[in-house]
């Protein structure tokens, strides 16, 4: 049987880590984005559909085109943040699950065939791969700082014209300013979240 993690892997990954509004001048390079990606490509998804699909914004030029689609709040963090990921979801991702879930290459059909599920689909495995996207960045020593205030139609309008692949959420990732972070927020207890039954 395997060992839990120890309490400093703990502490970074959930206990010690936090959402970051503000950035160190440090930057991050494309071998560290490319090892972030091999780390969270790792997680599952159902039918290891692999929905997510990533965009890094590293240059004030590319940082320029998303700009106009964020919430006020959200603009001088992104421009501050060595890197700005888009997680995004491919709405047609099944088209390559004969490569991904070869032994039953028939599952593409199901979700040709059924909008709505290919849709709750993409969304909650493309979703969960964001938050594996953002646990891999801590456990290689990066912070994030995930961000929703901003239009996802201007996002997709800009970056993903042909419709194929839509906007979930926003990461910044780089090594995040000590001084801007904010009190940690209560979470819920065990009684007002959980059930055993
Ligand atoms: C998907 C997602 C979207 C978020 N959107 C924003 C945002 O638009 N602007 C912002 O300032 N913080 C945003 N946050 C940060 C949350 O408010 C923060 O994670 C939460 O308050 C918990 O803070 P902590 O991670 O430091 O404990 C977002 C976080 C996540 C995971």
Known sequence: MRKPL???ALDVLFRQARTQNGWLDVPVSDDQLRALYDVMRLGPTSANCCPARLVFLRTPEAKARLLPA???GNVDKTKAAPVTTIIGYDT???ELLPKLFPHRPEMAQNFANNAALAQTTAVRNGTLQGAYFMMAARALGLDVGGMSGF???KV???FFPDGRIKSNF????????PSKVLPRLPRLDWSEACTLL
């Not at 926003?170 to 300013?177: A, I």
């Open 151 to 153: 239009d996802n139609a």
């Open 70 to 72: 964020l919430s006020p």
């Open 6 to 8: 120890d309490d400093t």
């Open 170 to 177: 926003l990461c910044n990732v780089g090594h995040g300013d």
């Open 92 to 94: 047609r991702f099944f």
């Open 156 to 158: 997709d309008a800009e």
